[in-house]
Nanobody
């Protein structure tokens, strides 16, 4: 069983930074590809970043490329999202997700497990 719990969200001014963490209290995350998604009010959930199993390749949405960095620490059973130079349009609930297998996906429907989300609010 995989139980994902996000933390690290909060209120930050534009240009600031936050680091989101997602810990798994169940089965080790080393068996899964991992991703971060976000959902703003009135909008659909969208892909943010993903990392393959064994910390292989990574992928980012164009809107966050060069500002966000995804990483994983399988020894700590966790995945992280370092967010720099935050913008008001980054305001959303951020979710981590786990997917069976080695390869990540940009499609939310292909993930098997989800956390409950953490709110990120960026003020202008």
């Amino acid at each position: 069983q995989v139980q994902l719990v996000e933390s690290g969200g909060g209120l930050v001014q534009a240009g600031g930074s936050l680091r989101l963490s997602c810990a798994n209290s169940g089965r080790t995350v080393s068996s899964y590809a991992l991703g971060w998604f976000r959902q703003a009010p009135g909008k659909e959930r969208e892909f943010v970043a993903a990392i393959a199993r064994s910390a292989g390749s990574t992928a980012y949405a164009d809107s966050v490329k060069d500002r966000f960095t995804i990483s994983r620490d399988d020894a700590k059973n966790a995945v992280f999202l370092q967010m720099n130079n935050l913008k008001p349009e980054d305001t959303a609930v951020y979710y981590c997700a786990a997917r069976f297998g080695s390869n990540y996906s940009r499609i939310s429907g292909l993930y098997n497990y989800w956390g409950q989300g953490t709110q990120v609010t960026v003020s202008s």
